[in-house]
């Protein structure tokens, strides 16, 4: 009998905070996944930088041997440098690229980086102008384009989402459920087609140095807007077309940076997406419902009780001067 109440007063307790418990699971998973990614990233890469850092030492040994007139902290001043003009977006090797980081074309795609931000690094501001500038640029454009991209998201959501699931289900009177369903996935093959494999293929033919995978790899990295920075287009000696080039990377990422928000709006239009996230969200109590209700009930019938009053001022305003009688004059009137 204890054991059934016990028992029976616990699945009250965790019915009563599945929320609550269902928040704590997700912060958990969330770390187990972060920490997962730690380990599998370090097992990964960390043999291949011990590589590169022996590799980097035998070459540096063996270039202070062959030149005995050059010092150890001479070198290490000079690489300093150029490293940090690197960082820049400055190279000093005579097979880099020898247009100007700071042209028209290249400072709009640095523009697009910014407002969008993926924010690649491979160019930064120079001057502490251009750096206060780009600030204050930031603080304004980013919100403006967040605004820019759901107005436009919003729009081509209704036409290319909505009403064709609506379509389909008034039409030929399939689930709205299962056509939002195939529709979704549909649409996603459709993006990952035209702004994943497509370009990724283009890449691979524009640049010398990129095979499929890295340039699959700079459009997942780009419109998912992590923007690493190791694969930056239109970069190479002598590119052809550079200017025409990066204006066209440009608008190939302000697109697919809009279909990427239509997919996952479309996904997130989904009753069982939305049905899975509610399991994570506080539920409001009926009595605060109750009283936002009542409150807004009050603001409107307030509101509508000003709009009233306005009307009538306007009214009053409206009609001709009329001189106010005197009180003596209006008895006298009623007498006669």
């Not at 640095?110 to 160019?123: D, E, W």
């Amino acid at each position: 009998m204890l054991q059934s109440l016990a028992g029976s007063s616990c699945v009250r307790l965790v019915e009563r905070h599945r929320s609550a418990w269902c928040f704590g699971f997700l912060v958990l998973g969330y770390l187990l996944y972060l920490v997962f990614g730690a380990v599998v990233f370090s097992s990964v890469e960390l043999p291949y930088e011990d590589l590169l850092r022996q590799e980097l030492r035998k070459l540096k040994r063996r270039f202070l041997e062959e030149h005995e007139c050059l010092s150890e902290p001479q070198l290490e001043q000079f690489l300093g440098r150029v490293l940090e003009a690197s960082n820049y977006g400055v190279s000093v090797l005579s097979n880099a690229s020898g247009n100007w980081n700071w042209d028209f074309t290249s400072a709009l795609f640095f523009a697009s980086t910014v407002l969008s931000t993926t924010g690649y690094g491979h160019t930064v501001p120079l001057s502490d102008g251009g750096k206060a500038f780009c600030i204050i640029y930031s603080v304004i454009g980013i919100p403006f384009t967040l605004l820019f991209l759901t107005a436009v998201v919003q729009r081509v959501t209704i036409h290319v989402t909505r009403r064709p699931v609506l379509y389909f289900h008034v039409r030929w009177g399939f689930s709205k459920q299962a056509v939002a369903i195939v529709h979704a996935v549909l649409l996603g093959v459709v993006t990952v087609s035209c702004f994943f494999f497509i370009p990724a293929a283009v890449f691979s033919l524009l640049e010398d140095d990129w095979n499929f995978l890295e340039s699959f790899y700079f459009c997942f990295i780009s419109l998912s807007t992590i923007g690493l920075g190791d694969y930056v287009p239109g970069e190479g000696y002598n590119q052809k077309f550079r200017e025409l080039y990066k204006i066209g990377i440009t608008c190939y990422l302000l697109l697919g940076l809009i279909a990427m928000l239509v997919v996952l709006e479309t996904f997130c239009e989904l009753h069982e997406l939305k049905k899975f996230r509610k399991m994570f969200y506080v539920k409001k109590d009926k009595e605060e419902d109750q009283v936002h209700i009542i409150e807004h009930d009050q603001m409107s019938f307030s509101s509508i009780m000003d709009q009233a009053a306005s009307v009538k001022e306007d009214q009053k305003q409206d009609e001709p001067f009329v001189h106010p009688q005197s009180p003596a004059f209006a008895d006298g009137a009623a007498t006669q």
